[in-house]
């Protein structure tokens, strides 16, 4: 008896081993269609995000690189460009900078939407989401965020250069972006613990910390962007001193500016971007 007793749990995890094999080969087939057959929603309410953002921001950037130049004051370029934007729609909307900026949030929110569509059909760990969530958006995010930066820089130069952008220049971006990808997504929930408790009683305190984290990073961010954008239009060697007389031309203003920016993007933005997308998900099941 204890002979058979043995040799039915070998036949029975042998069989449960061949039964386990077959469905994964089915799951991925079905993850695979079902990521497929949501793909238009997924990308829809991140193009109807992506809409809704890019044109806060382009004027933002405008404003913040020609006061890097010196053209004119942040104040003055946001009055400048919100005009142009209004009268001259045409003509800014098809411009290879507001382009850029819409493919930047555009793919931005595309990409997550599509991790988390994956995510939640595999019904992944809130660790192996997070982090599989930070990395891909955050790849995807850099290089769209440098090609948009690349657009700006050369068609706001006007004569002053016209060449390539020069790998230097990328190194303060990058930081740069990184810098606040980690204060949108990481940091947040640190700081969140940090919080009085008392204050969920009116808002979430997550939803302040992703307010106040990115906002805040603009700090640090802002005279970095500066930096990349002086070594773009300055190519020559010029001294340290030179270059940090450059980031803080207009390091003030330059980062309440960008302070502002990060609230489209990653408050409105990312509310219409899920609202959106979980609206037209439930539609189409």
């Not at 130049?69 to 460009?81: F, I």
């Not at 919100?82 to 555009?106: C, E, G």
């Not at 599509?114 to 809130?126: E, G, H, S, Y």
Request: hydrophobic fraction near 45%; charge should be positive; aromatic fraction near 6%.
């Amino acid at each position: 008896m204890e002979r058979s007793e043995k040799a039915v749990p070998q036949l029975s995890t042998s069989q449960g081993d061949r039964t386990v094999s077959t469905p994964k080969v089915e799951s991925s087939k079905t993850i695979i269609n079902h990521v497929l057959e949501r793909l238009p929603v997924d990308a829809l309410s991140a193009l109807a995000a992506g809409i809704v953002v890019a044109p806060i921001v382009y004027v933002i950037d405008t404003a913040v690189i020609e006061a890097a130049l010196g053209r004119r004051t942040v104040g003055r370029a946001v009055r400048s460009a919100a005009t142009d934007l209004a009268l001259q729609p045409h003509r800014i909307v098809r411009s290879k900078p507001f382009l850029a900026m819409l493919a930047l949030y555009s793919g931005t929110y595309m990409t997550v939407n599509i991790v988390d569509t994956m995510t939640a059909k595999l019904q992944a760990d809130a660790f192996t989401s997070t982090w599989t969530k930070l990395g891909t958006v955050s790849t995807v995010n850099m290089a769209l965020s440098l090609y948009k930066d690349n657009q700006f820089a050369k068609a706001f130069s006007g004569d002053l250069v016209t060449r390539a952008m020069p790998a230097r220049s990328y190194v303060p971006f990058v930081i740069r972006d990184g810098i606040t990808i980690f204060a949108s997504f990481n940091l947040p929930p640190a700081l969140a613990s940090q919080l009085p408790e008392r204050w969920e009683n009116t808002v979430a305190r997550l939803s302040i910390a992703q307010l106040i984290a990115p906002a805040a990073s603009q700090i640090v961010a802002t005279p970095l962007h500066l930096l990349g954008l002086d070594l773009y239009y300055r190519q020559g060697r010029l001294s340290s001193r030179e270059r940090i007389l450059a980031m803080r031309r207009g390091c003030v203003s330059g980062s309440l500016a960008r302070m502002i920016r990060v609230i489209p993007g990653l408050a409105f933005g990312n509310v219409i971007n899920t609202k959106l997308h979980s609206s037209l998900g439930q539609n189409l099941e």
